[in-house]
């Protein structure tokens, strides 16, 4: 697979932190690698791939520019890193204010750490304009830009308005939040608008994409496929892709690094006769590192017998130190290190080694090669890169997983011990479990584990974001080509008038009439009548009035028209022309759901005055049409997010229509009808179908690219052809029946 752009451009990559950092010390400025998982996974690929690497450097004051200065031009020079300057205030407000107050904990399950402030916020949208303004400078044409996690949700929005054509592809690191959570976030309808503004929308399970996906419709009422939604006519593709790691710059340093071999056999000396269990983290809440010292206690008290056989090896990276939650964190963690060493260590062992900064990377190898056991105790995480580094290490198939159920990596870890990191006594009885297993057991695992991250690893997910980017792109591109055009009536007529065997298939409301305030209201006029009557009246047509409408109504309004199919509740049954009786589409008895689904729609109608259920044979509709406009969509958001929660097992989805929402089963719909028109008005050399709503894209999307398909109204369509109204529509109709009717004249 390859890893450079295909359209010949150069790729650029957008995050918070560039892989380098500035720290002040007594002798000035030095560049430090950065921590964390993003750049221990971009790095190495970048280093492969080529690019240009947007970032933010790190505070800096007026007075200390100058000095800087010469530094950030050299990662310019060297390493391609261009450093993106904030302001101090911007700074703050962005990346300790909304990103790491707001985002970090909302994204994470924990709206109790929620912290909100219009300042905050206001900094974050300058910091990302601030962003795209950097990313503007240095784009040229064919350029493909690849945006970072939860710092620049704003970004993808603004880079669309600014550069239209551009390929945009975003990854979110962290987790998606549950639709239950993801609404607590003040600002939400902007980070959503802020994230379509991509191409590509990847995130790191399908879990997570889901959850965006159920916050989108929740939030902005928008519906989506599992691997697109499409903005207006803009499609944006939706990815589930696990990040990986570069699996050898952690096996080669073993054996390159001679010192840190050395050290490793110092320690394999000094443990020996004891197992080492290993835990890797930046010191953040969500990594769940309180949560593991309480079990590791647990499992001390509960198990004797482990006294002075086993030490825990905690490893925790300072990290957000500006932050009160970290600092609050970091002192209890402090208190707990020493309560276990002081209250369960023994003179000739200390139980918990506890060391609170960064260390190398050939140090960090060497742990990893060393521990019996390796423990992510994660409350929530994106992936967690440190489960597979430390799998990576362990090619010899040696050495056990312990891994939190939350970590995204769980999703393809599995034969990893999962444990509930929350329940303190079962997660020390893994870990217990873990320190116990047998060889053949530990080996089967290991040895599954370490194949996939070697298979799946970084390289192989940035071909495949690059390469699903630009696939997704292309196909934006095309899109416009595809816009519906308007209707020239001397075209279709002309059209109308050549072919010898014609099939029409029209939808009623909206189509032929306009929206009436409740259902029964919508009459057909006499105009109607006459234009269908005519229509079918020419033994060259074959007339079709496809609607959501039950049977009965269909019947009662159109059953003077003779010649005419009538297909009812929107393909789920049709009469044939002449016919007497209604036959299903399938062979189903309309199912037992509707006696689960009813009691919800009526409590809906409970809370939203104006709104009203219909009953039909195969689905239940609620109307809110007369309800409050904005309360109105927001009640149908919810209770389309509910239903698809309650339905997913099940053949019956609940649609969004205008100003409904209708619940009927999938088969149910016009583009399942079709192949039924066809079958017995066979070779059409002209076929038309018109429509308003989503129930016609059905049909719209099953017709070849040479059927007239008209969209009537506004908004996104897949029909060929627009027209304005019902009117319009209408006239077009007239336009078939005269011309019919002159010919048999002459
Ligand atoms: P992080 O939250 O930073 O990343 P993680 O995936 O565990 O979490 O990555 C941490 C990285 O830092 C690892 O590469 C690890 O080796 C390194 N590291 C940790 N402690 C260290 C120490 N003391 N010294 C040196 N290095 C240390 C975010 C998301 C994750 C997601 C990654 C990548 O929160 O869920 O896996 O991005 O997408």
Redesign the pocket.
Same mark, same amino acid.
């Given at each position: 697979m390859s890893l450079e752009p295909v359209s010949g451009g150069r790729l650029i990559v957008v995050s918070n932190r560039l892989p380098l950092t500035l720290r002040k010390t007594e002798k000035g400025w030095i560049t430090e690698r950065s921590?964390?998982?993003?750049?221990?996974?971009m790095n190495p690929l970048l280093r492969k791939v080529g690019g240009d690497w947007i970032g933010w450097a790190g505070i800096s004051v007026e007075d200390d520019r100058e000095s800087r200065r010469s530094i950030l031009e050299e990662w310019a020079e060297k390493d391609r890193c261009f450093a993106v300057d904030l302001p101090e205030d911007v700074a703050t407000g962005f990346y300790e204010g909304y990103a790491n107050q707001a985002l970090w904990p909302v994204f994470?399950n924990f709206p109790s750490q929620l912290k909100f402030d219009t300042r905050a916020w206001e900094a974050y949208v300058e910091a990302n304009r601030i962003f795209s303004e950097a990313v503007v400078s240095r784009y040229q044409p064919n350029d493909v830009i690849w945006v970072h $996690?939860y710092h620049l949700i704003l970004l993808p929005q603004m880079l669309r308005q600014k550069l239209p054509d551009a390929a945009i592809g975003f990854?979110l690191?962290?987790?998606f939040p549950s639709s239950e959570i993801f609404p607590i976030l003040p600002r939400r309808e902007e980070l959503l608008e802020g994230l379509i503004g991509a191409d590509l929308l990847a995130f790191?399970t399908h879990g997570h994409l889901q959850q965006f996906r159920a916050a989108l419709l929740r939030v902005l009422g928008m519906e989506s496929k599992i691997e697109q939604v499409d903005v207006g006519s803009r499609p944006v593709r939706l990815e589930a892709l696990p990040?990986g +790691?570069a699996p050898e710059e952690y096996t080669s340093l073993l054996t390159s690094d001679r010192a840190k071999a050395e050290q490793y056999s110092d320690w394999v000396a000094r443990y020996s006769g004891r197992k080492v269990l290993l835990a890797? @983290?930046?010191l $953040?809440y969500?990594?769940g590192v309180l949560e593991r010292l309480r079990a590791y206690a647990h499992l001390l008290r509960s198990s004797p017998a482990l006294s002075e056989k086993v030490v825990l090896i905690q490893?925790?990276?300072p990290?957000r130190e500006g932050i009160d939650t970290y600092q609050d964190l970091r002192t209890e963690v402090n208190r707990l290190v020493g309560e276990i060493n002081g209250k369960i260590g023994t003179p000739d062992w200390t139980p918990l080694v506890y +060391?609170n %900064?960064?260390?190398? %990377?050939a140090?960090?190898v060497a742990l990893y090669k060393l521990a019996d056991v390796c423990w992510?105790g994660?409350l929530r @995480?994106?992936?967690?890169?440190?489960?597979?580094?430390y799998v990576a290490c362990k090619a010899e198939g040696d050495g056990v997983l312990v891994l939190s159920e939350f970590?995204?990596?769980a999703a393809e870890m599995g034969e990893a011990l999962l444990i509930n990191p929350f329940d303190e006594e079962r997660t020390a009885a893994t870990v217990e479990r873990a320190l116990a297993l047998d060889e053949q057991e530990r080996r089967l695992r290991m040895t599954a584990l370490h194949n996939r991250v070697v298979r799946n690893d970084v390289f192989h997910w940035g071909s495949r974001f690059l390469t699903v980017l630009q696939e997704a792109a292309s196909k934006r591109r095309l899109y416009p080509e595809a816009q519906p055009q308007r209707l020239r009536t001397f075209d279709i007529r002309d059209s109308y008038t050549r072919a010898r065997r014609r099939l029409l298939i029209l939808d009623y409301d909206g189509t032929l009439v306009p929206f009436a305030k409740r259902p029964e209201q919508a009459v057909p006029p006499p105009e109607v009548i006459d234009l269908l009557n005519a229509l079918v009246s020419d033994p060259q047509n074959c007339v079709a009035l496809l609607s959501g409408r039950t049977a009965e109504n269909l019947d009662r309004w159109f059953g003077t028209v003779q010649g005419m199919w009538l297909v009812a509740e929107h393909g789920a049954e049709f009469k044939p022309p002449y016919s007497p009786t209604w036959e299903p589409l399938r062979l189903q008895m309309p199912a037992e759901w509707k006696n689960k689904v009813m009691p919800i729609l009526e409590h809906f109608v409970d809370r939203t005055p104006g709104s009203f259920v219909e009953e039909k044979k195969w689905g239940l509709v609620w109307h809110y049409r007369l309800a409050e406009p904005e309360f109105g969509e927001w009640l149908a958001n919810e209770l389309v997010s509910m239903l698809e929660a309650m339905l997913a097992e099940t053949e019956v989805r609940a649609f969004r229509g205008e100003k409904i929402i209708e619940v009927k089963p999938v088969w149910a719909n016009k583009g399942e009808v079709l192949a039924r028109l066809e079958s017995v008005c066979a070779n059409p050399d002209f076929i038309f179908a018109a429509g308003d709503d989503r129930t016609d894209e059905d049909l719209f999307e099953r017709l070849q690219t040479d059927a007239w398909t008209i969209h009537v109204g506004s908004g996104p369509t897949r029909a060929s052809y627009v027209v304005m109204d019902f009117e319009s529509l209408r006239r077009i109709l007239k336009l078939f029946a005269e011309s019919g009717n002159a010919r048999r004249a002459s």
């Open positions: 921590s964390g998982g993003l750049a221990s996974a994470h $996690d990854f690191h962290i987790p790191q990040i +790691i890797v @983290d930046r $953040d969500t990594k490893i925790a990276v990290t +060391i %900064r960064s260390i190398e %990377r140090e960090l992510v994660s @995480d994106g992936m967690n890169l440190v489960a597979k580094e970590a995204g990596a």
